[in-house]
């Protein structure tokens, strides 16, 4: 079996390291100022933060699903998906279904109203910054994004050599 040129590299003396480079780090750089920012937009006009709209996310597009699957699809910590939907309860967002053997959760008529108007503010913040790409661009970068989360499993499986 060949290996790629990152593998080969890997058992070599390991390159000088250049956070300004690091992929994960520009990511996370990238992803926190985006998440900050919205939480602070979404909470001043629309009294709920970055997690609940993620939440409102997950169940627009998956009603009657459970708390676990919202925390799988939003990769948001269980605890964190509960404490949200009972703010999210009390503002009349989300309902849960307490009659099934799983408490089932759904949007609400308000909920649904709440997640198309963040949605429309979402996506002019995608659209800005987006902007200077082409749509060739767009796409590759969407496809990247995409294959670099399918690749998380490897990531999260790998543990330090003893040598390391």
């Known amino acids: 079996m060949r290996r790629s040129k990152l593998e080969q590299q890997a058992g070599e003396a390991p390159p000088a390291f250049n956070p300004a480079a690091y992929i994960p780090a520009l990511l996370s750089t990238l992803n926190n100022r985006l998440s900050s920012g919205?939480?602070?937009?979404?909470?001043?006009?629309?009294g709920v933060g970055i997690n609940e709209w993620r939440i409102l996310t997950v169940l627009k597009q998956h009603p009657g699903c459970t708390a676990a699957f919202v925390s799988e699809r939003a990769a948001i910590h269980l605890?964190?998906?509960?404490?949200?939907l009972?703010?999210?309860?009390?503002?009349?967002?989300?309902d849960v279904d307490r009659s099934a053997w799983q408490r089932l959760l759904a949007l609400t008529p308000a909920g649904h109203t709440m997640h198309d108007r963040i949605a429309r503010l979402a996506l002019q913040r995608e659209q800005r910054l987006l902007q200077?790409?082409?749509?060739?661009?767009?796409?590759?970068l969407r496809d990247v994004l995409q294959?670099?989360?399918a690749n998380l499993p490897l990531v999260e499986a790998l543990a330090p050599r003893d040598d390391a």
């Open 132 to 140: 200077g790409l082409s749509l060739q661009e767009v796409e590759g």
């Open 86 to 94: 009972r703010g999210l309860q009390d503002k009349g967002l989300v």
């Open 38 to 46: 919205a939480s602070d937009l979404y909470l001043r006009h629309f």
């Open 147 to 149: 294959r670099l989360t």
């Open 79 to 84: 605890t964190v998906i509960s404490r949200s």
